[in-house]
């Protein structure tokens, strides 16, 4: 059965969207993962380059409010920026949740080539993370907690 992972970061627009799109390449078939925002912004068009670099397609991605999963169980509720973390509702009963904090790409300033640079970095970073993360909680639930 496949495990069900929430990423939530403020503006919904790049570090979360970006830990949707990787996890679901990454991990398909094993964990299904959704993004949200408590204060949606709009999908950043430099995280929908960034996450092509990689031939993984968000641009179909859109922006949601947290509340758009109110009621629903999540085996993973993971925030990417301390905003989320702080404003994140107690609703979903029965999950881990974790904190795994990211710089804000979106703050980036420079060229358009920078930014991406910048995005692509923190990519990256979340990705590296992600796997470390998810790689260790799967070989866990094989061997029965």
């Known amino acids: 059965m496949k495990k069900k992972a929430l990423f939530l970061c403020t503006g919904n627009s790049a570090r979360s969207q970006m830990a ?3 996890v679901n390449h990454d991990f398909a ?15 950043n068009k430099y995280a929908v ?16 409010h947290i509340s758009k999963y109110e009621g ?9 920026c301390d905003d989320a973390n702080e404003n994140c509702p107690v609703f979903f009963g029965g999950v881990k949740r974790l904190h795994m904090g ?22 990256d970073k979340i990705r590296a993370r992600m796997n ?11 061997r029965g907690r």
């Open 20 to 22: 949707e799109g990787l």
């Open 132 to 142: 470390g993360f998810f790689e260790s909680e799967l070989t866990t639930d094989f």
């Open 72 to 80: 629903q169980t999540f085996d993973y509720v993971i925030t990417l």
């Open 102 to 123: 990211f710089p804000d790409p979106a703050k980036a300033t420079g060229s358009d080539e920078e930014i991406l640079v910048e995005f692509s970095r923190i990519r």
């Open 49 to 64: 380059q960034a996450m092509s670099e990689l031939g993984i397609d968000i641009s179909s991605s859109a922006s949601k």
């Open 29 to 43: 078939g094993t964990i299904e993962a959704f993004s949200a925002g408590t204060d949606p912004q709009g999908l």
